[in-house]
């Protein structure tokens, strides 16, 4: 693998120091939206700009999408995972400058954004098998010489609004299902990593020239909230799959369900480890050290609350006060470094925040937070992952902190641990650490864990592609990636085929003339 510096990884990916931010494919308009600079949480400097997508040009984009998609939906499902196929394979040849890029501009650590176009990889391989099982059901007419079945068709443009923490990762879930469903997708990247959509377009464009893939089949529009609610009142996209905040899904949700399109959200969680007295306490300091403090805490699955029994509750708080202590701070992608910095001022501010806030509600600090300052904390947003002892009910700990702050909360009972796990508002990524098998069971059971994800003896990060990804309550409710995620990409049909020459109705209606 070559050793890609940030300025060889910029020139491979065809990113520059400014850049249009719409393009429908091949293409790529210039437009009178205003310029947007991306700055890199690592060392604060500038890496490029991006012009912002107009109205105007946004509904170019829409126009375009919709005259590719009557293409695409005919090219054969088998065929469009070809296409995907290969992408898989331009991602495998551009892995480790996409992945330096995601670091720098995001500020995860170099491994985690490897990983994270890993997970672009596993999804186009998990797509293209998928290509040849868009399976519908056969049923049994009550009627006779009738036949039942149903089957999927493409559903349109799918829109996707995706958030900074996996600038890449997440839109591939949706996108790669999408294509090879017969759709044509629409992205809006977050605004604080525009540069990793220019980037992944560069990528697929390639790809797509070579297969004769129609203009417009891959479309990104790069703005702010505005160029979100364009897509989201405009009916000629009948999904829009949106990851961020609560907040954000809320006002996504009503405005899409306003014109009764359909809306997949993925929002907030609030992720707790159940550490039981029968836990391996090795296996859960692990877990819960890298689930609180990868990517400093900014992954919609980061642990925020440990829920220890009493038992062994002190020796778990010591465990990781020591554990914390040799964390290192600093450069994402210096590998011996274990945590970067958060995306920007406005989320070392929510940081700040948050620990007055603990302070105030009676909260205990076990580990001291604070920001970094000095050389190679030029930025302003290096961290210090920070632990208080808390009580669940405490506002503060309701609410989700995108940032590495880790509260710990004691409990007696399996049953009281499981209300405090369940007890907040997101329900996204849940785990409990036991070697009891009545624990885990109970955990899993519909008496246990209340969201999308729960574990057994690993952490509430680090989800497969394998499985359906999200969660419910405040959560959204959505699910992308594995399983029978596909299906929401999709338009579903009943259908009923008399091949006889009578035509009898159901439930045995009478109706003769």
Known sequence: MQNFGIKEALATLGVKSTNPGTSTGKNWLRTKGASISSYSPVDGKLIGRVQSTDEKAFGKVVEQAEKAFKEWRLVPAPKRGEVVRQIGEALRKYKEPLGKLVSYEMGKSYQEGLGEVQEMIDICDFAVGLSRQLNGLTMHSERPQHRMYEQYH????????????????????????????????????????????????????????????????????????????????????????????????????????????????????????????????????????????????????????????????????????????????????????????????????????????????????????????????ESGCYVKPAIAEVENHFEIVQQETFAPILYLIKYSTIEEAIELQNGVKQGLSSAIITTHMQEMEKFLSQAGSDCGIANVNIGTSGAEIGGAFGGEKETGGGRESGSDSWKVYMRRQTNTINFGSNLPLAQGIKFDI
């Not at 405005?255 to 809306?263: K, N, P, Q």
């Open 154 to 377: 493409p559903l349109g443009i799918v829109g996707i609004i995706s958030a900074f923490n996996f600038p890449v990762a997440v839109w591939s879930w949706n996108t790669m299902l999408a294509w090879v469903c017969g759709d044509v997708c629409i992205w809006k990247p977050s605004e604080k990593t525009p540069l990793c959509s220019i980037a992944c377009q560069n990528i697929i464009a390639k790809v797509f020239a070579k297969n004769n893939v129609p203009e417009g089949v891959s479309c990104i529009v790069n703005g702010d909230y505005q160029i979100g609610q364009l897509m989201c009142s405009n009916e000629s996209i009948p999904l829009v799959s949106a990851t961020g905040s609560v907040r954000m899904g809320k006002a996504v949700g009503r405005t899409v369900s306003e014109r009764l399109g359909r809306a997949l959200l993925e929002l907030g969680g609030n992720n707790a480890i159940i550490i039981s007295e029968n836990a391996n306490l090795e296996v859960a300091i692990r877990g819960a050290l890298f689930g609180a403090v990868g990517t400093a805490g900014q992954r919609c699955t980061t642990t925020r609350r440990l829920i220890v029994h009493e038992k062994v509750y002190n020796e778990v708080k010591s465990r990781l006060k020591n554990a914390y202590a040799h964390l290192r701070i600093g450069n994402p992608l210096d590998q011996n470094n274990h945590v970067g910095p958060l995306i920007d001022q406005l989320a070392v501010k929510a940081y700040r925040d948050a620990l007055r806030k603990v302070k105030a509600e009676g909260g205990t600090f076990v580990v001291n937070g604070g920001v970094l300052s000095g050389k190679g904390y």
